[in-house]
């Protein structure tokens, strides 16, 4: 008997350690079981054309957790990304209005817009002292009102026929062209987490703000930099949207903001900050993604599914409330 709880007691450390150590791995592993349980209870499930909206929807949820990524290492909260998705969206679609020559313009507006949203959080967050809770909520609701001010809530312009294509046309039938962004974005935000020096600054800060300072840091400047990266890789996730979506209207990427955030806490970035990879906030949108896909597949109406997304998240928080930094 005490031979079998030693045993269980071992396995039991084994599995905190590998979740702990490995928590990109483990949420693969745990998308795996979703997806197995969604073909279990409904066979019609398994697909090409399934998996390839999931990979589809993947990715998209992947460059807007890029940015929330950045964010919490360096030790911040964005509730922003959904509402500057929804505004990139829009303006994407107004600016190109259907031409196609229209690309440079509308992606340089959308920039700006992502990274101007990112720069007030920022500014509010470190120079004034404000909650970044608090911040990003009240931006993401002035955002999500300026939708309606500019569309008067109604569909205003509309993707180029050529910018469409370049997300959703079909390599050899199944794979999504939306990937050919991926090969941009994603080596990018490696690049800025593990080989730049401002990604190197980022976790400094986020793990110890003060020691970040007493070593010549710039805190605030990186803090505020952290923002108007979330912003930028928030905008051009909405823009990336619209192609997909195609028919553009207010709030539409809104629910993209606690997508995100559980994705990357998923992943295993913490709210102390100073702790996570993208490669983990990818394997987190996997899984809420195969999640949503499962609740959809089994006719789960759209409030129940926010509701267990809201259930995950508390879980979350309880979980990564018991480590001191982030309760203080």
Not at 36 to 42: A, G, H, K, P
Not at 173 to 193: M, N, R, T
């Amino acid at each position: 008997m005490l031979s079998k709880t030693v045993a269980s007691m071992s396995f039991s450390n084994q599995v905190n350690t590998f979740v702990k150590k490995s928590p990109a791995r483990m949420a693969v592993i745990i998308a795996i079981v979703l997806y197995l349980i969604t073909i279990i209870l409904v066979p019609t499930a398994l697909s090409a054309r399934a998996l390839t909206t999931i990979g589809m929807f993947v990715l998209l949820l992947s460059f807007a957790a890029a940015g929330q990524t950045i964010v919490l290492i360096g030790g911040g909260l964005d509730l922003s990304v959904g509402a500057v998705m929804s505004s990139a969206a829009i303006i994407t679609a107004a600016v190109m209005n259907g031409q196609d020559g229209n690309f440079i313009p509308a992606f340089l507006a959308v920039m700006a817009m992502g990274a101007g949203i990112g720069l007030v959080n920022g500014v509010c967050t470190t120079k004034i002292g404000l909650p970044a809770l608090i911040v990003t909520l009240v931006i993401s609701n002035v955002v999500s009102r300026l939708q309606y001010v500019l569309t008067e809530g109604r569909p205003f312009g509309y993707p180029s026929p050529l910018f469409i294509q370049s997300i959703i046309y079909r390599f050899f039938g199944h794979i999504p062209s939306l990937v050919l962004y991926a090969f941009i974005v994603f080596p990018l935000v490696f690049y800025i987490l593990n080989r730049s020096r401002f990604g190197r600054q980022l976790y400094l800060v986020g793990n110890n703000a003060e020691a970040a300072r007493l070593n010549g840091i710039h805190v605030n400047k990186i803090k505020i930099l952290s923002y108007v990266f979330s912003g930028m890789f928030a905008a051009f996730a909405g823009m990336l949207g619209a192609g997909f979506r195609q028919i553009v209207q207010c709030q539409m990427f809104d629910n993209f903001a606690f997508e995100s955030l559980i994705a990357v806490i998923i992943g295993g970035t913490t709210f102390a900050g100073g702790v996570g990879t993208f490669s983990g906030s990818i394997a987190g949108a996997l899984v809420m993604v195969v999640l949503s896909n499962m609740l959809t597949t089994l006719g789960f109406s759209p409030p129940i599914r926010n509701i267990v997304f809201g259930c995950v998240l508390v879980l979350l928080l309880v979980m990564y409330n018991r480590k001191k930094p982030v309760r203080q």
